[in-house]
């Protein structure tokens, strides 16, 4: 059965970490681009970050630039985001996504991914 499921998230202050994974299984998440996106109430869904299959070239949206970092641990079929410097507009549903792309960047373009996680809720407040 091909999964995604998220963990990591949860309540934190602002100025705080978190670290999200998304784990795979079913198929091998190194031959595949990982998006991860997040959606606030009553908002749009927004890329946050992506990990392209070749040379895992990244590409984040400006708001996190320098503070979430994107890696991927093929051996564990596990994709990560590293949130530090979190901001309460920060605060939404993260969720991971795949697809299966041979070659070229990832994208934000949601209805282009294949798999989609459960979604975990980060919610950054003091």
């Known amino acids: 059965q091909v999964q995604l499921v998220e963990s990591g998230g949860g309540l934190v202050q602002p100025g705080n970490s978190l670290r999200l994974s998304c784990a795979a299984s079913?198929?091998?998440?190194?031959?595949?681009?990982i998006g991860w996106f997040r959606q606030a109430p009553g908002r749009e869904r927004e890329g946050v970050s992506c990990i392209s299959r070749s040379y895992g070239k990244t590409i984040y949206r400006d708001s996190v630039k320098g503070r979430f970092t994107i890696s991927r641990d093929n051996a564990k079929n596990t994709v990560y985001l590293q949130m530090n410097s979190l901001k309460p507009e920060d605060t939404a549903v993260y969720s991971c996504?795949?697809?299966?792309?041979?070659?070229?960047?990832?994208?934000?373009?949601?209805?282009?991914?294949?798999?989609w996680g459960q979604g975990t809720q980060v919610t950054v407040s003091s």
């Open positions: 079913g198929f091998a998440l190194d031959y595949f681009a």
């Open positions: 996504a795949a697809v299966f792309i041979a070659t070229g960047l990832c994208t934000f373009n949601a209805s282009g991914y294949t798999y």
